[in-house]
């Protein structure tokens, strides 16, 4: 296992259109996160699976953004009429549930960088 | 969530110890103090978690003060791969915690 993959690492795209991120998480974690990150500034976070289910998201992601983990596996994440504040890296993150205990590392993928023109 | 405070930026010469520090006090007492770094152009990466007492893993080592308030990141010896943003984050023991929050950490810079 390689770790979290991401496609694509770059997106140029011009305002107004639609863009969809794919993440791969390490086989068998069972949590898969969203976040973002702009210049200068920590990670965002921005939504969170449990298996399938879509346990929590944040207030940032308004109703043009939209996420789905359909499988339990890999997530994807969409962008609707981009806008240039959504120019970010996005980053997807995995990590397992441990039964009994809190300890839940996340690994972090490479993310994508998304430009909006 | 409880948040973090940690200074923008800090410089170290490469082979001595580096020792980042982090405010947290409004921690609470289920929460675990986790650190991440991010190297340039890429996602953050773990480094090493505690709720009490001092850890030590082969990256780092990280000293808790006893009333949890603050804690400190400790690098035994820079080397210019450590140059790299460091991220102080609090997660609670529940286990159905999901986000981190991350503030905007320390850039670490080493000079040779």
């Known amino acids: 296992d390689t770790g979290v993959s991401q496609d694509p690492r770059h997106k140029i795209t011009k305002r107004g259109q639609n863009v969809t991120f794919r993440c791969d998480p390490i086989?068998?974690?069972?949590?898969l996160y969203w976040y973002r990150q702009t210049l200068g500034q920590g990670p965002e976070f921005l939504t969170y699976?449990?298996?399938?289910?879509?346990?929590?998201k944040s207030r940032l992601l308004s109703d043009r953004f939209s996420a789905e983990r359909p499988k339990g596996s890999f997530s994807t994440l969409e962008i609707q009429r981009t806008e240039q504040g959504d120019s970010a890296m996005y980053l997807c993150?995995?990590?397992?549930?441990?039964?009994?205990?809190?300890?839940?590392?996340?690994?972090f993928g490479p993310g994508t960088r998304l430009t909006v023109l | 969530d409880a948040k973090t405070t940690q200074p923008n930026s800090m410089e170290s010469n490469e082979e001595e110890p580096v020792h980042l520090p982090c405010n947290h006090s409004?921690?609470?007492?289920?929460?675990?103090i986790h650190w991440y770094r991010q190297l340039p152009s890429q996602g953050p990466e773990y480094v090493i978690h505690?709720?009490?007492s001092n850890v030590n893993n082969r990256m780092a080592s990280l000293a808790i003060a006893e009333d949890r308030k603050s804690s400190t990141l400790i690098l035994h010896r820079a080397t210019l791969r450590d140059a790299a943003v460091y991220y102080c984050?609090?997660?609670?023991?529940?286990?159905?915690?999901?986000?981190?929050?991350f503030g905007d950490g320390t850039t670490l810079t080493v000079k040779p």
């Open positions: 993150a995995s990590s397992r549930r441990l039964a009994g205990g809190p300890f839940n590392e996340q690994f």
């Open positions: 086989s068998e974690h069972n949590r």
């Open positions: 699976f449990q298996n399938e289910a879509q346990l929590e």
């Open positions: 409004t921690i609470s007492g289920t929460d675990y």
């Open positions: 505690g709720l009490t």
């Open positions: 984050i609090l997660r609670p023991m529940n286990t159905n915690a999901g986000k981190s929050t």
